[in-house]
Nanobody
């Protein structure tokens, strides 16, 4: 069984910063591509950023230049540094990972709420 647990969400003022973390645990052989998604009320879940095991990254246009994704392969963790936050960044943020155990499967965390408001 694999678990992904996000942390670091909260309330921040516009223009502020926040750092999210995701930790993968369980009977893991290897964690491959990891990604951050978010979902605002009434919207579909949106892919924000992804990072491969060899640290190749991709970003959605909506966060490019403001958010930075990173990972630590030794600890099976991933982070999202969020700068210059806007009210429209308010959403539940989810961690996603492709994990090898005895099979290869995709896992999701339960999400962490980020609220950008004055």
């Amino acid at each position: 069984q694999v678990q992904l647990v996000e942390s670091g969400g909260g309330l921040v003022q516009p223009g502020g910063t926040l750092r999210l973390s995701c930790a993968a645990s369980g009977n893991i052989f290897r964690v491959n591509t990891m990604a951050w998604y978010r979902q605002a009320p009434g919207n579909q879940r949106e892919l924000l950023a992804s990072i491969t095991r060899d640290a190749r990254t991709n970003y959605a246009d909506s966060v490019k230049g403001r958010f930075t994704i990173s990972r630590d392969n030794a600890k099976n963790t991933m982070s999202l540094q969020m700068n210059s936050l806007k009210p429209e960044d308010t959403a539940v943020y989810y961690c996603n990972a492709v994990v090898e155990t005895v099979i290869i499967d995709t896992y999701w965390g339960k999400g962490t709420l980020v609220t950008v408001s004055s």
